[in-house]
């Protein structure tokens, strides 16, 4: 019955960076994996990162090697580290389950990618 609400999107220029919080209602341990989502206008929603009890991540191509997903247990909390963003970073990003949904996609934080 763990309850994901993610927080911390706005604007920023090409380049910059931004974190991104998934903060969780319960503890993060009852939830096999967590993942960071994203859907720009006209695409489909796509998993974006994503990181397990363990602490095994997944990262879509696009973002290799400039967004980084993290966990704070003690503050049950999911981040995305994003750096390097580009205008195609421009989304609604949600969290959820990262390995099935575990709850409707909500409102989603924009982050919007320009100059």
């Known amino acids: 019955q763990v309850q994901l609400v993610e927080s911390g999107g706005g604007l920023v220029q090409p380049g910059g960076s931004l974190r991104l919080s998934c903060a969780a209602s319960?503890?993060?341990?009852?939830?096999?994996?967590v993942g960071w989502y994203r859907q720009a206008p006209g695409k489909e929603r796509e998993l974006v990162a994503s990181?397990?009890?363990?602490?095994?991540?997944n990262y879509a191509d696009s973002v290799k090697g400039r967004f980084a997903i993290s966990r704070d247990n003690s503050k049950n909390t999911v981040y995305l580290q994003m750096n390097s963003l580009k205008p195609e970073d421009t989304a609604v990003y949600y969290c959820?389950?990262?390995?099935?949904?575990?709850?409707?996609w909500g409102q989603g934080t924009q982050v919007t990618v320009s100059s």
């Open positions: 959820n389950g990262g390995y099935e949904r575990l709850q409707p």
């Open positions: 319960g503890s993060l341990d009852s939830i096999y994996a």
């Open positions: 990181i397990t009890n363990g602490g095994r991540t």
